[in-house]
């Protein structure tokens, strides 16, 4: 009988650290031992990025949380199509600040949403990044406050979840895409329960055909199967209301289920050094679910 190794007290709080608090400290802590390669993210050149896309797209500041006296901007990047359009994807950049991959990627995919745009004239898409800016320039997980904002859709204590709640209940998105970053070593995405298994199959083509590695197993170590894919199991949602329910904590990707939204959460691997096979799975599987939306029902 094959033996399941035991977790060492230290990944036992590494994982109640992650899974159990929402506040973990009281500012942007970064965490050195997580092996996190920078890429280089700089948020004042990020943000002239973000307003130099204002002729092509509405550019609006959603939100605006500060550390240390200075204000950091969240950003809601939309296609000017929304009025006529008959399907909503919306984006979220940077829920963690030290996952820049989901961050750095949305200039490329402003570029090629405005190349598909007339394949996408019935799709309208909103980003919203980064969604943790405090965290995105301390190069920290966390929020000003020391908060884990993608535990924050119960009590809503954060500024930046209420934002992305306001980003929900004024888009009222047809499909919602999280962009982050795990320890593993290649790319995979959890799906929740709205997002059939034929969709996701096409989607996982899509980032194979873009040349992104798709992972076996994921950050906890459990085999994928297929390759890449996470989906949502009756256990899993089972101890998701149980944790809502005792913790009050809550990812997006369960708020979007329980609004019977179809969420994809893309987990591309930070331990790697190489720039673009981080950033290209964020780009391709945005641009992927957007011509999805876009097939004739």
Known sequence: MMRVPMPTLKELEKFAQYHLVRRVHDHPAREEELGVISLGYDAAGFEAEVRALGDRFDVREVAHPSYRGKAHTIFSIATKNRARAKKRLLVLSGVHGNEHAGIVCVPEIARRLLEASEALGDVAVEILTPVNPVGAAELSRFNAEGYDVNRDFVLFNTIEARAVRDAF???KPDFVVSLHEGPQ????????????RDLADRLLAALVKGGTTLAVKDYFGATLRPAGLSPSSA???AVMRLWSATLKMMPTGEYAARRGIPELTLESGWRSPDRDARVRPHVDLVLAVAHELARPA
């Open 185 to 196: 070593d290649a790319t995979f995405m959890f799906a929740n329960q709205h997002v059939t």
């Open 235 to 237: 256990a899993a949602r």
């Open 169 to 171: 209940e004024s888009m």
